[in-house]
């Protein structure tokens, strides 16, 4: 039987790989049948949410370092391409983008009258060299755009990386990694594919990760390589023995869920997702470390979430859309009329001056299929020369003018002084990644945020007013913090038991990640409050130096203490407060706890 989902919830769709025989793993572990109970949700959101458990439901298999295997599944490579165009499909596939405007619809089928001799009284050639030179200018702005995709393609495809092949490190482009394959990663290199960690350079298997290409945060996150596995450490020769299968859930687009387990040496291991390392993700404070690949190319987290290069059309260009309807439409009103007065005045003067001024030979006689049936093929015929006659109603070089302004914008964007962000090594200017959608810059209705620090920069400090008090006799002391209160110095030198629970409190109860860089102590932290706190702990004395799954480590005035972590309590919305739960080096066990006041005080 399928085991059921809980339809309580939207997102609570999922359920654990748990360490059973592979015949019930290849049971369907989802019912994705039938919509959730109990929650209105439109039918294309439930239809993205069924797609998306479909593609997790279904299984994928894989061993490590057997290519021949894994080859009969036909998984995808390690390109990726987020170019729209190719030599082949670039001019049809340009061409039924551009077409969408309105104006050239329009300007197509003027030329197509213009073809006419009957109704065209202007040549083809007026209409057709200034159609050909607004499709031509937008075909190079659009080529243009592409060919910076496609360099940008090349250089990602290109990078660099160790893969394990025949017992050796072999350095290959990301564009030759596959699915199976070993790799090791060194410090401060990305992530080629989504990977499984099997051992780090790091105490108890732990690497750190910064995950800004996809989430935007830069704080540190730990991920924790398999207990199986972390044992092979730096050892060639073990990770090429390496043959472990892996049954885990098809490529999907979540990025904080992984079900999968491991079987190796005839032991099961279930595979969560704090030992998935994606693509994009930046390998930090550690010295090297292995994945097993499982998701390649266009297969990864971080692409399905990307989507497909699609055409995207502004709130100008729909402006101008209509805009162009609302002449369109006055030109025809204004070309009936003429061709209604033209009728009129041939029924009243025109037909008796035949003898004069003839009508044309394709008009039916007036002896055989009538006056009334002459005069009102001739009216016809003349709505469709008027057409011709008042075209230049419809401004063809508006297209032309917007897409000038566009890329001379664009260019303005890239050298904006202005639009520069100095950070040292890390500055970084403004870019326009496209000429096509510049002026939804101005024109941002809505801004949806999960926090103030998205949108400003967030910095927060830990200070008062009062003179300031010197902490040059702390070798960790920071020169960019600044105290001046003396009272709070004095109690802690004096070490009163309450001040000195305060100070152990902010040192240890915190998820703060260290790192060393060219020998200074730096915190990573998920929000600028907790690095605050935890730095001012550490100007006071109590020095918060490195942290495993299992311990959390403090200089306490000089001396290195280990404390044994025995569990935490993370911070959330409900709850406002964070708890951790230490065993202290005399074997005493302690809760620490932080939070807003209203939450502890009543406690």
Request: net charge positive; with cysteine; glycine share 4%.
């Amino acid at each position: 039987m399928p085991r059921q989902v809980n339809r309580d919830s939207y997102y609570d769709a999922t359920t654990s790989y748990s360490p059973v025989a592979r015949e019930e793993i290849a049971e369907p572990i989802f019912d994705y049948s039938e919509p959730p109970q109990n929650v209105k949700i439109a039918k294309k959101s439930w239809k993205f949410w069924q797609k998306g458990e479909a593609e997790i439901a279904k299984e994928r298999r894989l061993r490590a370092n057997d290519q021949e295997y894994n080859k009969q599944f036909k998984y995808a490579n390690n390109i990726i391409k987020t170019s729209k165009y190719n030599l082949i499909t670039f001019i049809p596939r340009n061409l039924f983008e551009q077409f969408t405007r309105l104006a050239n619809i329009y300007f197509l089928i003027l030329l197509v009258l213009q073809f006419i001799p009957q109704i065209s009284s202007v040549s083809w050639k007026s209409t057709f060299f200034p159609l050909v030179i607004v499709l031509a200018f937008t075909a190079i702005k659009d080529a243009y755009d592409d060919v910076q995709r496609h360099i940008s393609d090349r250089s990602v495809n290109n990078r660099k990386c160790h893969i394990v092949r025949n017992g050796q490190l072999k350095e290959e482009t990301w564009s030759k990694v596959q699915v199976g394959d070993m790799i090791r990663m060194s410090s401060n290199q990305f992530v080629a594919a989504d990977l499984i960690l099997l051992s780090t350079s790091e105490p108890h298997g732990i690497a750190y990760i910064e995950t800004k290409e996809l989430d935007g945060e830069t704080n540190l996150k730990t991920k924790s390589a398999l207990e199986e596995t972390k044992s092979m450490e730096d050892r060639l020769d073990s990770i090429s023995r390496f043959n472990g299968e892996i049954i885990c859930e098809g490529p999907n687009n979540k990025l904080d869920k992984f079900q999968g387990q491991l079987n190796w040496n005839q032991r099961t291991t279930p595979i969560t997702n704090d030992s998935i390392l994606l693509r994009g993700c930046i390998l930090k404070n550690t010295r090297w470390c292995y994945g097993l690949v499982i998701f390649t190319g266009p297969e990864t987290k971080l692409m399905m979430n990307s989507g497909k290069s699609q055409f995207k059309r502004t709130g100008l260009d729909k402006f101008l859309n209509i805009l162009i309807l609302g002449i369109v439409v006055f030109l025809l009103a204004m070309c009936l009329i003429c061709s209604i007065l033209c009728g009129v005045w041939e029924w009243e003067i025109g037909r008796f001056f035949t003898g004069y001024l003839p009508w044309e030979t394709f008009v039916p006689r007036a002896e055989k299929a009538g006056v009334a049936a002459s005069i009102t093929v001739i009216s016809i015929l003349n709505f469709f020369s008027y057409i011709i006659l008042l075209n230049t109603v419809v401004p063809i070089s508006l297209y032309v003018s917007v897409e000038v302004l566009r890329f001379v914008h664009s260019m303005w964007i890239n050298y904006d002084r202005k639009m520069y962000f100095e950070n040292g090594e890390h500055s970084v200017g403004a870019q326009a990644r496209t000429t096509t959608l510049n002026e939804e810059l101005g024109q941002v209705q809505y801004i949806f945020s999960d926090k103030t620090g998205t949108l400003t920069q967030n910095i927060m400090t830990f200070n008062k007013n009062s003179p300031q008090v010197l902490f040059s006799s702390n070798p960790y002391f920071e020169d960019s913090f600044k105290w001046f209160d003396k009272t709070l110095k004095t109690a802690t030198q004096r070490n009163v038991p309450e001040v000195r629970q305060f100070w152990l409190t902010l040192a240890l109860c915190h998820t703060v990640m260290p790192e060393r860089d060219q020998g200074n102590l730096r915190y990573q932290a998920q929000s600028p409050d907790e690095a605050a706190l935890t730095s001012a702990a550490r100007n006071f004395g109590f020095v918060f130096l490195s942290r495993t799954p299992n311990s959390i480590t403090i200089l306490d005035n000089g001396n290195e203490v280990t404390y044994e972590l025995l569990s935490i309590l993370d911070f959330n919305n409900d709850r406002k407060r964070m708890s951790v739960i230490l065993r202290t080096p005399e074997g005493a066990i302690r809760l620490y706890c932080k939070g807003a006041d209203m939450m502890i005080m009543p406690r």
